[in-house]
């Protein structure tokens, strides 16, 4: 099944490691702004519609079924 | 995975283990080939055996490996049983440590030790300032844990170990139970395991908060005042437990503390479960504070448990005589939810090398 991570920005560095660390270092990542937690229905849509075609291409890339 | 670095004398070698991030910050003893090897021969297993994979690296937790992070933290070969115990209790799948090591939750394990081994792998205090600096056992074998955690298990904070603070249990966090001062049994005999046994109990918690009660022998209601001052802490408004309703809770009780509730009646059991009873918050409360995370209130005055049952309190008997407990609230979070996890201490295979302390 397709798959992509959303990795914020803050966490960019984490999701590396831990991509390695499995075994899995080119799985498909899309990284957005940090925090998104709490922030409000206006900034959660403006990440979502920044983020949206990085996720649809992430999905459709070869990668993203592995 | 280790290797062998090279350097041209003691200094260099500590300097370039800083560099390489496999210290805690503070100096390490320069683990040396002899000294790994010394390590591994006190243990009485090959250096190649592993206890298993450590996360979020993955890496592999030989004896050696082990071994090394021993030598680094300090340790006296007399203390790698506990180590090797400790070492075991993280890696139980239940323990759900690649989980703890990455989040953005200050929680550190916690290690408790029962039975013989506080004396034979020690002397493991439990006493006045058990958790504070002065004890080289209950300093170095919880560092050892954490050196392993670095460097077998990859923490590095902000890359893979995300605490957004940490607190200084993450150098080491480490302490015998009181068995001898305390009016109940044992941890690990409530746990199951006989009394000549020797266990790790591992529990990832927040540090400790201290709790004050006074006592008056005349007063009859000092037991429940006590027990809801101990309860109301378990249930911290800022700790996860309480907002989550899980997790392990500890309380260690000092020996005052202790009597005032043996006086009162109590044992284990129904100790606990007048703690859990109490470690509670008023739902609405929650609610309001954290409508996300707690249901709306079936009720203004229905409680809402910061632990899911009793068992999830672990209470052990501990520190100074006067007027200070400790409870160290809860993570409640990982897939396993932060449960407190027991291995024994094999101390039958440990190999005694008289004079190894001193080299």
Redesign the interface.
Same mark, same amino acid.
């Given at each position: 099944m397709p798959a992509v991570a959303l990795v914020s920005s803050e /966490?960019w560095?984490?999701g590396e /490691?831990?991509a390695r660390?499995?075994g899995m270092p080119d799985i498909p990542r899309v990284r957005f702004e940090h925090p998104v937690a709490g922030a409000g229905i206006a900034v959660m849509q403006r990440v979502a519609a920044a983020i949206r075609d990085d996720i649809v291409a992430a999905l459709a890339a070869p990668g993203a079924a592995a | 995975m280790s290797v062998l670095l090279e350097a041209s004398d003691e200094y260099a070698a500590l300097e370039r283990l800083h560099e390489l991030g496999c210290t805690d910050g503070l100096p390490v003893v320069v683990p040396t080939p002899e000294r790994v090897e010394r390590m591994v021969v006190a243990s009485g297993l090959p250096a190649d055996v592993s206890l298993g994979t450590m *996360?979020?690296?993955?890496g592999n937790a030989s004896i050696g490996t082990i071994a090394a992070c021993a030598v680094m933290a300090g340790c006296l070969p007399d203390h790698l049983p506990v180590v090797l115990g400790a070492v075991r209790a993280a890696l139980d799948p239940r323990f759900d440590l690649t989980e703890l090591q990455?989040t953005t939750h200050a929680i550190a394990p916690f290690v408790i030790v029962n039975g013989p081994a506080r004396h034979a792998c020690g002397p493991i205090a439990s006493g006045f300032g058990a958790l504070g600096p002065g004890f080289r056992a209950n300093a170095s074998i919880g560092r050892a844990l954490r050196l392993c955690m670095i460097n077998i298990g *990859?923490a590095?904070p *902000?890359?893979?170990d995300?605490a957004l603070l940490g607190h200084p249990g993450k150098f080491t966090f480490c302490m015998a139970e009181d068995e001898e001062s305390s009016p109940f049994e044992p941890l690990h005999v409530a746990l199951g395991y006989d009394a000549t046994a020797s266990t790790v109990t591992l529990v990832g918690t927040e540090a400790p908060h201290s709790v004050i009660f006074v006592g008056d022998a005349d007063d009859p209601t000092a037991p429940d005042r006590l027990l809801t001052t101990l309860g109301l802490s378990l249930a911290t408004i800022g700790a996860n437990n309480a907002h989550f309703g899980g997790g392990t809770g500890v309380v260690v009780l000092n020996p005052d503390h202790a009597a005032v509730l043996d006086r009162a009646g109590f044992d284990r059991r129904t100790l606990v479960e007048a703690l859990w009873e109490r470690a509670a918050n008023p739902r609405s409360l929650m609610s309001r504070l954290n409508p996300s995370m707690v249901r709306p209130p079936k009720g203004a005055d229905e409680p809402f448990h910061a632990y899911r049952s009793p068992d999830d309190i672990v209470v052990i008997a501990g520190g100074g005589s006067g007027l200070y407990s400790m409870v160290l609230p809860s993570w409640a979070a990982g897939p396993h939810a932060n449960p407190a996890v027991t291995a024994v201490v094999e101390l039958d295979q440990a190999c005694e090398i008289p004079g190894l302390a001193a080299r």
């Open positions: /966490f560095a984490q /490691f831990i660390s499995v | *996360g979020p690296n993955h990455a *990859g590095r *902000g890359v893979s995300m």
